[in-house]
């Protein structure tokens, strides 16, 4: 990445947000540097998904959790034919499970294991973001190796030939026209449907060192997360810095995600804050259940409609049934908190 940040610094601060890297060659997430203290970060929460009536969970070095009513299960190299214990994005693509680590791509159908690696034509092994598109097509961002489609059955690498003028990927998400958004290391782009080139679409702040880490779309609304300066917002061609001063529990924000009733959620350093139009911000801390306040993921569920986030050193998932709260504490360290039998039962409105 463009960033470059001494090796202590980058340990602290970057590990496991997908923000920053070594001076070359080095990269955090790099399973050839394997004593940089990153025992201390195993339990991070990386990634969370919801697939075939469990919700799985992705750690910074403990391997997979699968949660269900009947408990926990837990998955690593050692015990299944998952590459690596770092599992930094997790998405369900073409009905499988796609599982991003350090060492390329697990997919799992359920009972089924196979791999798509940088032999398969993927342009790294070390991932950041991943989904698929309405014309099917997976499209993953990778950590200093560009960005990956895989279209007709073979992948191809999106360079500087196509627009894209940054390598390190953090984060990808698709608006409602189609229209494909990108926030690299320093930078944000877009693609339109109709055209094969990208183009760069960042706001003023960003030419500071913001650091996006995130992005998603709200209706025609998008929004940008940063590490150092906040949010941003896209919208007919427009770029605002929303008023959100004492909104957000922190202007570093780690992770965004939208939910099915308009609500942008948006995790920091120091707690969760949402947003509705007719609501205004709401902050989410200790008082609503959350233990350790720096959230490093957020994934909304459409199918059964819960909000899951996960946090940094203490490893925690928590679950949100109802837009007001409270977060529910479901697992710390890879433990189960109390009783998983709630999640046979509906969502509460």
Same mark, same amino acid.
Not at 18 to 28: D, E, K, R, S, T
């Given at each position: ?247 957000? &529990? ?75 709260? &409270? ?8 433990? &189960? ?13």
């Amino acid at each position: 990445m463009v960033m470059r940040v001494t090796a202590i610094v980058a340990v602290i601060l970057g590990v496991l947000s997908p923000v920053f890297a070594f001076a070359a060659p080095l990269v955090i997430g790099d399973p050839e540097v394997p004593d940089l203290g990153l025992e201390k970060f195993k339990n991070v929460i990386r990634a969370v998904c919801e697939y075939q009536g469990r919700t799985w969970v992705g750690t910074y070095g403990a391997g997979l959790y699968s949660i269900g009513p009947d408990g926990v299960n837990r998955y690593t190299r050692e015990n299944s034919p998952l590459l690596e214990n770092r599992v930094n994005v997790l998405d369900v693509c073409r009905g499988n499970l796609w599982i991003g680590t350090c060492a390329g791509f697990s997919i799992f159908d359920g009972k089924t294991w196979r791999a798509q690696t940088a032999r398969d034509g993927v342009s790294g092994n070390i991932y950041h973001a991943i989904l698929v598109d309405p014309q099917d097509r997976v499209w993953a961002g990778t950590a200093g190796n560009w960005l990956s489609v895989l279209e007709s059955g073979h992948w191809r690498t999106v360079k500087t030939d196509q627009g894209l003028m940054e390598d390190w990927i953090n984060a990808l998400a698709l608006d409602p026209s189609g229209t494909l958004w990108v926030a690299t290391a320093n930078r944000v782009f877009r693609k339109t449907p109709f055209s094969p080139q990208f183009h760069e679409e960042g706001p003023n702040w960003l030419k500071l060192p913001a650091a996006p880490t995130s992005v998603a779309c709200r209706g025609n609304e998008v929004w940008v997360g940063s590490a150092f300066a906040g949010l941003a917002m896209h919208q007919n061609g427009v770029w605002y810095q929303p008023p959100v001063k004492g909104a957000l &529990p922190s202007i570093q924000v780690n992770a965004l995600a939208t939910d099915g009733s308009s609500r942008l959620w948006v995790g920091t350093a120091k707690g969760i804050a949402s947003y509705h139009p007719q609501e205004g911000w709401k902050t989410f801390g200790t008082k609503d259940g959350l233990v350790d306040l720096n959230i490093r993921t957020l994934y909304f569920s459409r199918g059964s409609g819960r909000l899951w986030a996960g946090s940094f050193l203490d490893g925690w998932v928590y679950v949100l049934e109802r837009p007001k709260g &409270p977060f529910q504490p479901v697992l710390h360290a890879g433990v &189960p908190v109390g009783s998983l039998g709630w999640m046979t039962r509906k969502r509460r409105e």
